[in-house]
């Protein structure tokens, strides 16, 4: 599906969303499937090539279970899963304010904090804090409004964003350069 999401027309792939209630359908295996790492990892490829095409994101940002379906499964998924949704998440904030909303009324800005550590440091764990950090950028930095921005950043810095970066560059040593440039 991925595959074919990627490489038939534009035609092919928007009636495939309309007529055969693909996204839909899509949402309701992430909701209510018990899929392997791998299934869920190609759902989540799946959404990313869906939300590339106007019509798609446009279905994505109007759903009305899929913002909660990610961040409830932001709890039970690989790093590697993780990294995927944390990245949809950012995609929705960035390209539209509906999105942003969606994603803030879902998301526990706590629930965050938790993927900026370095408990290990492998590279999926250093892949999540990235993930996390573009998605903390997009969430700050897609409002309009400028008084909504300080009010975004005050309101991570109450949930400990500050601290956990400075944990981080205690441990400077051991990031890696993208961790590093999204700090920055």
Known sequence: LEVSLRTYSIEWFRKFLNEKRAF???VELLEFG???SEHFQI???CLKVIMIDSMGFDMAINHQKLSDVLVESLKMVSMKNLCSILQLMAM???KSSKGHERILKALKLEQLMD?????????????VIVAT???IKA???SPIDLNYRVHLQ???????LDNRIERLLQNESSLTTEVMEEIK
């Open 115 to 127: 993927f900026i550590t370095l408990n290990d440091r492998t590279e999926q764990q250093q892949m």
């Open 43 to 45: 759902i989540l490829q």
């Open 92 to 94: 929705a904030c960035e």
């Open 34 to 36: 018990n899929l392997s």
């Open 24 to 26: 839909d359908t899509l």
């Open 154 to 160: 005050f309101e991570f810095h109450k949930v400990g």
């Open 139 to 141: 969430i700050i930095s």
């Open 133 to 135: 950090l573009n998605l």
